[in-house]
T-cell receptor
Framework: GAGVSQSPSNKVTEKGKDVELRCDPISGHTALYWYRQSLGQGLEFLIYFQGNSAPDKSGLPSDRFSAERTGGSVSTLTIQRTQQEDSAVYLC???????????????FGDGTRLSIL | AQKITQTQPGMFVQEKEAVTLDCTYDTSDPSYGLFWYKQPSSGEMIFLIY??????QNATEGRYSLNFQKARKSANLVISASQLGDSAMYFC???????????FGTGTSLTVIP
C-alpha cells in the first residue's frame, strides 16, 4: 500500500521483556517520527529521523528506549525491559521535508497498541 | 510554556450545524506551519488542513476551514455542516522552521448529536 505501515498492530508482553516495533514509511519520505499516545492523551514525541542526519532523540523517556532507521527507510523502535507504564499506542509518521514546497503534513500509520502485563 | 494549547477537552454540536475548535500556539519563530488532524475511535490520525505562517488567506478544505489570527496566535478549526462521522478527537499541531518536531495539543473530543 501507499501509506505508512506499522507492525505489529497489537503486542501483549510481560513486564521485563524487550519489544521491537516496526515502521515502514511512505516511499520517498525523508522524515520519520515516532510518537507515544497513552489512553485519552495527546501525542508525545519520541524521536525524529531526517535523511542521513543524526536523529533527534530528545523525546525518548529513558535509556530503555532506542530506535534506528536502516537505509533511510524502515525504522525499528526498541523498548528494553518493558514496564507497565510503557503501555500505550506507538504511532509512526513520515513526511517530506522540502522547504521549497512549504510545510508538508505528517502521514501516520495505524499504530502499535502495546500492552505490558 | 505549552507550544500548542487546546482549551476545549470536549465539544458537542448538532448535526448540520457549524462548530469551532480552538487552538492557540506559542512560537518566536517567524516561519511555521499549523496543522489539524482528526483521530476517530479507530485510532488512525487523519490530516485535515494546513496553514502556513506567511499565508495571506485562511486555508479551506471542503467543510474544513482554518480561522488564522496571527496576531492572536490562534488557528481555530471550523467545521461546517457537521456530520455524524465528524465525531472524533481533533488535534492541532505546529512545526517551526527552526526545529524538527511537530508539537501537538492535547486534543478536543467532538461529538456530533443527531
Amino acid at each position: 500500500g501507499a501509506g505508512v505501515s506499522q507492525s505489529p498492530s497489537n503486542k501483549v508482553t510481560e513486564k521485563g521483556k524487550d519489544v521491537e516495533l516496526r515502521c515502514d514509511p511512505i516511499s520517498g519520505h525523508t522524515a520519520l517520527y515516532w510518537y507515544r499516545q497513552s489512553l485519552g492523551q495527546g501525542l508525545e514525541f519520541l524521536i525524529y529521523f531526517q535523511g542521513n542526519s543524526a536523529p533527534d532523540k530528545s523525546g525518548l523517556p529513558s535509556d530503555r528506549f532506542s530506535a534506528e532507521r536502516t537505509g533511510g527507510s524502515v525504522s525499528t523502535l526498541t523498548i528494553q525491559r518493558t514496564q507497565q507504564e510503557d503501555s500505550a499506542v506507538y504511532l509512526c509518521a513520515s513526511s517530506f521535508i522540502d522547504r521549497d514546497r512549504g510545510y508538508q503534513p505528517q502521514h501516520f500509520g495505524d499504530g502499535t497498541r502495546l500492552s505490558i502485563l | 510554556a505549552q507550544k500548542i494549547t487546546q482549551t476545549q477537552p470536549g465539544m458537542f454540536v448538532q448535526e448540520k450545524e457549524a462548530v469551532t475548535l480552538d487552538c492557540t500556539y506559542d512560537t518566536s519563530d517567524p516561519s511555521y506551519g499549523l496543522f489539524w488532524y482528526k483521530q476517530p475511535s479507530s485510532g488512525e490520525m487523519i490530516f485535515l488542513i494546513y496553514q502556513g505562517s506567511y499565508d495571506q488567506q485562511n486555508a479551506t478544505e471542503g467543510r474544513y476551514s482554518l480561522n488564522f489570527q496571527k496576531a492572536r496566535k490562534s488557528a481555530n478549526l471550523v467545521i461546517s455542516a457537521s456530520q455524524l462521522g465528524d465525531s472524533a478527537m481533533y488535534f492541532c499541531a505546529m512545526r517551526e522552521n527552526t526545529g524538527n518536531q511537530f508539537y501537538f495539543g492535547t486534543g478536543t473530543s467532538l461529538t456530533v448529536i443527531p
